[in-house]
Protein backbone atom coordinates (compact mmCIF):
# COMPACT_ATOMS: atom_id res chain seq x y z
CA UNK A 1 0.00 0.00 0.00
CA UNK A 2 0.84 3.48 -0.88
CA UNK A 3 1.56 5.83 2.24
CA UNK A 4 -1.09 7.93 3.09
CA UNK A 5 -0.65 11.89 3.69
CA UNK A 6 -3.15 14.27 5.65
CA UNK A 7 -3.39 17.47 4.71
CA UNK A 8 -5.46 20.99 5.80
CA UNK A 9 -4.68 23.71 7.65
CA UNK A 10 -3.48 24.04 10.93
CA UNK A 11 -6.51 22.93 13.50
CA UNK A 12 -8.17 20.06 10.86
CA UNK A 13 -7.62 16.82 13.10
CA UNK A 14 -4.70 15.53 10.92
CA UNK A 15 -2.73 14.41 13.71
CA UNK A 16 -5.56 12.98 15.99
CA UNK A 17 -7.67 11.51 12.83
CA UNK A 18 -4.35 10.26 11.42
CA UNK A 19 -3.27 8.29 14.93
CA UNK A 20 -6.74 6.81 15.06
CA UNK A 21 -6.78 5.80 11.59
CA UNK A 22 -3.50 4.53 11.27
CA UNK A 23 -4.41 2.54 14.13
CA UNK A 24 -7.86 1.41 13.03
CA UNK A 25 -6.05 0.29 9.65
CA UNK A 26 -3.54 -1.43 11.47
CA UNK A 27 -0.89 0.70 9.80
CA UNK A 28 2.48 2.96 10.90
CA UNK A 29 1.32 6.45 11.70
CA UNK A 30 3.89 9.10 11.75
CA UNK A 31 3.62 13.42 12.54
CA UNK A 32 5.94 15.14 10.03
CA UNK A 33 6.66 18.07 12.71
CA UNK A 34 7.30 15.36 15.54
CA UNK A 35 9.75 13.47 13.07
CA UNK A 36 11.09 16.94 12.20
CA UNK A 37 11.68 17.74 16.05
CA UNK A 38 13.45 14.17 16.72
CA UNK A 39 15.58 14.55 13.98
CA UNK A 40 16.46 18.29 14.62
CA UNK A 41 16.16 17.99 18.23
CA UNK A 42 14.95 20.95 18.44
CA UNK A 43 10.98 21.65 18.86
CA UNK A 44 9.08 23.44 16.02
CA UNK A 45 9.12 26.99 17.77
CA UNK A 46 12.80 26.80 18.42
CA UNK A 47 13.18 25.76 14.59
CA UNK A 48 11.16 29.01 14.06
CA UNK A 49 12.94 31.21 16.27
CA UNK A 50 16.22 29.92 15.08
CA UNK A 51 15.94 29.61 11.58
CA UNK A 52 12.95 31.74 10.63
CA UNK A 53 10.15 30.33 8.45
CA UNK A 54 11.94 29.71 5.55
CA UNK A 55 14.34 27.52 7.19
CA UNK A 56 11.68 25.48 9.10
CA UNK A 57 10.19 24.98 5.65
CA UNK A 58 13.33 23.96 3.65
CA UNK A 59 13.59 21.19 6.74
CA UNK A 60 10.11 20.34 6.22
CA UNK A 61 10.58 19.62 2.58
CA UNK A 62 13.66 17.28 3.12
CA UNK A 63 12.04 15.45 5.87
CA UNK A 64 9.04 15.03 4.03
CA UNK A 65 10.82 13.18 1.09
CA UNK A 66 12.69 11.38 4.26
CA UNK A 67 9.03 9.55 4.24
CA UNK A 68 9.53 7.59 0.80
CA UNK A 69 11.73 5.22 3.20
CA UNK A 70 8.46 4.38 5.13
CA UNK A 71 5.98 1.55 3.77
CA UNK A 72 2.46 1.10 5.23
CA UNK A 73 2.42 4.66 6.90
CA UNK A 74 -0.04 7.13 7.08
CA UNK A 75 1.92 10.84 7.53
CA UNK A 76 0.11 13.91 8.82
CA UNK A 77 1.86 17.13 7.05
CA UNK A 78 1.76 20.54 8.80
CA UNK A 79 -0.87 23.16 7.49
CA UNK A 80 2.07 24.72 5.65
CA UNK A 81 3.50 21.51 4.11
CA UNK A 82 1.42 21.03 0.40
CA UNK A 83 2.49 24.84 -0.15
CA UNK A 84 5.93 25.07 -0.32
CA UNK A 85 8.96 23.78 -2.49
CA UNK A 86 7.02 21.66 -4.70
CA UNK A 87 6.04 19.38 -2.04
CA UNK A 88 2.43 19.06 -3.05
CA UNK A 89 3.52 17.26 -6.16
CA UNK A 90 5.70 15.59 -4.67
CA UNK A 91 3.32 13.80 -1.94
CA UNK A 92 1.36 13.51 -5.15
CA UNK A 93 3.84 11.27 -6.86
CA UNK A 94 4.81 8.93 -3.76
CA UNK A 95 1.38 8.47 -2.15
CA UNK A 96 -2.33 9.10 -1.52
CA UNK A 97 -3.11 12.68 -0.23
CA UNK A 98 -6.48 13.48 1.73
CA UNK A 99 -7.43 16.73 2.50
CA UNK A 100 -9.31 17.75 5.64
CA UNK A 101 -11.31 20.63 4.20
CA UNK A 102 -12.28 22.23 7.35
CA UNK A 103 -14.61 25.36 7.60
CA UNK A 104 -13.06 28.62 9.41
CA UNK A 105 -15.08 29.13 12.33
CA UNK A 106 -14.68 25.33 13.44
CA UNK A 107 -10.70 25.83 12.80
CA UNK A 108 -10.96 29.23 14.87
CA UNK A 109 -12.43 27.54 18.04
CA UNK A 110 -9.99 25.23 17.66
CA UNK A 111 -7.03 27.00 16.83
CA UNK A 112 -8.01 29.98 19.95
CA UNK A 113 -7.71 27.29 22.55
CA UNK A 114 -4.22 26.44 20.77
CA UNK A 115 -2.17 29.43 19.71
CA UNK A 116 0.89 29.31 22.64
CA UNK A 117 1.65 25.92 21.08
CA UNK A 118 1.67 27.43 17.40
CA UNK A 119 4.49 29.27 16.20
CA UNK A 120 2.52 31.45 13.70
CA UNK A 121 -0.26 32.87 15.47
CA UNK A 122 1.00 32.14 19.28
CA UNK A 123 0.48 35.81 19.64
CA UNK A 124 -2.32 37.14 17.84
CA UNK A 125 -5.53 38.14 19.29
CA UNK A 126 -8.58 36.53 18.32
CA UNK A 127 -9.35 38.92 15.31
CA UNK A 128 -5.92 38.82 13.85
CA UNK A 129 -6.27 34.77 14.21
CA UNK A 130 -9.92 34.72 12.04
CA UNK A 131 -8.58 37.05 9.91
CA UNK A 132 -5.40 35.40 9.59
CA UNK A 133 -7.72 32.01 9.04
CA UNK A 134 -9.26 33.53 5.80
CA UNK A 135 -6.69 35.06 4.02
CA UNK A 136 -3.86 31.79 4.90
CA UNK A 137 -7.11 29.70 3.69
CA UNK A 138 -7.30 31.44 0.31
CA UNK A 139 -3.81 31.50 -0.09
CA UNK A 140 -3.18 27.64 0.25
CA UNK A 141 -6.61 26.21 -0.87
CA UNK A 142 -5.05 25.95 -4.35
CA UNK A 143 -2.76 23.21 -2.95
CA UNK A 144 -4.82 21.73 -0.96
CA UNK A 145 -7.61 21.14 -3.72
CA UNK A 146 -4.74 19.18 -5.80
CA UNK A 147 -5.47 16.20 -3.03
CA UNK A 148 -6.27 13.07 -4.46
CA UNK A 149 -9.76 12.91 -1.87
CA UNK A 150 -11.05 15.91 0.35
CA UNK A 151 -12.95 15.08 3.37
CA UNK A 152 -15.29 17.94 4.35
CA UNK A 153 -15.70 19.09 8.15
CA UNK A 154 -18.41 21.82 8.52
CA UNK A 155 -19.32 21.46 12.23
CA UNK A 156 -17.76 20.16 14.60
CA UNK A 157 -20.55 17.50 14.79
CA UNK A 158 -18.92 15.48 12.24
CA UNK A 159 -17.70 12.26 13.82
CA UNK A 160 -13.92 10.78 13.51
CA UNK A 161 -15.80 7.74 12.52
CA UNK A 162 -17.38 9.42 9.55
CA UNK A 163 -13.68 10.75 8.12
CA UNK A 164 -12.22 6.90 8.97
CA UNK A 165 -15.00 5.74 6.49
CA UNK A 166 -14.28 8.23 4.03
CA UNK A 167 -11.16 7.46 3.71
CA UNK A 168 -11.11 4.00 3.99
CA UNK A 169 -14.05 3.61 1.43
CA UNK A 170 -11.58 6.15 -0.84
CA UNK A 171 -9.05 3.54 -0.58
CA UNK A 172 -10.87 0.71 -1.18
CA UNK A 173 -11.33 2.60 -4.55
CA UNK A 174 -15.13 2.95 -3.90
CA UNK A 175 -15.07 6.81 -5.62
CA UNK A 176 -18.95 7.38 -4.50
Do not use: H
Request: glycine content about 6%; some cysteine.
Amino acid sequence: MNNIYLIGFMGSGKSYTGKLLAKEMNIYFLDLDQFIEESCNLSIPEIFKNFGEEGFRERESFYLRKTADFKNTLISCGGGTPCFNENMKWIKENGISIYLKTDKNLLFSRLKEQKEDRPLISKMTDIDLKNYIGSKIKEREKFYILADYVSIQEKNKNSLSDIQLFIEDKLKGNRS
